[in-house]
């Protein structure tokens, strides 16, 4: 909804909009990270040596995963918000994705990653005991 509310600018109506596309934005987000993740992975692993430490792993690994998410995500995104197929996302490109990225990787590494990882250490520690 923030990127849309950007986009379109902040109203109820907008906002009550955007809510009703969202199922539909959650389904191809979780396609779209699916694809993804290998070709992060190779990408990531041309800047990170596997001995390099875990926060550096994670970090890199973060950042590719925004990049082509987020680089995709701005053209389907706006696919399905306009809920039209056109070229209006290619001509407004390189204005939209580095704000759309700088959110997207604003809230995988100070919301997203840190929950994730709390999540990981109590099933660990639960798994432990």
């Known amino acids: 909804p ?16 955007t809510l009703s596309i969202i199922p539909f934005m959650w389904m191809a987000v979780i396609i779209i ?34 990049i082509i998410i987020s680089a995709i995500m701005t053209i389907i995104g706006t696919w399905i918000g306009q809920r039209q197929i056109s070229f209006a996302p290619f001509y407004t490109y390189f204005n939209n994705w580095p704000r759309n990225f700088g959110i ?17 250490l109590f099933k660990h520690i639960h798994l432990a005991n």
Not at 11 to 17: A, D, K, R, V
Not at 104 to 120: D, G, N, S, T, Y
């Open 2 to 17: 923030l990127i849309s509310m950007f986009e379109t600018s902040f109203s109820w109506h907008n906002y009550l909009m």
């Open 104 to 120: 997207a990787f604003a809230v995988e590494a100070l919301i997203a990653q840190p929950i994730a990882r709390k999540v990981l």
């Open 33 to 66: 990270v699916l694809l993804a993740q290998k070709p992060a992975i190779v990408l990531k692993n041309q800047f990170v040596d596997k001995h390099d430490s875990f926060g550096a792993q994670i970090t890199v690994n973060i950042l590719c995963n925004v």
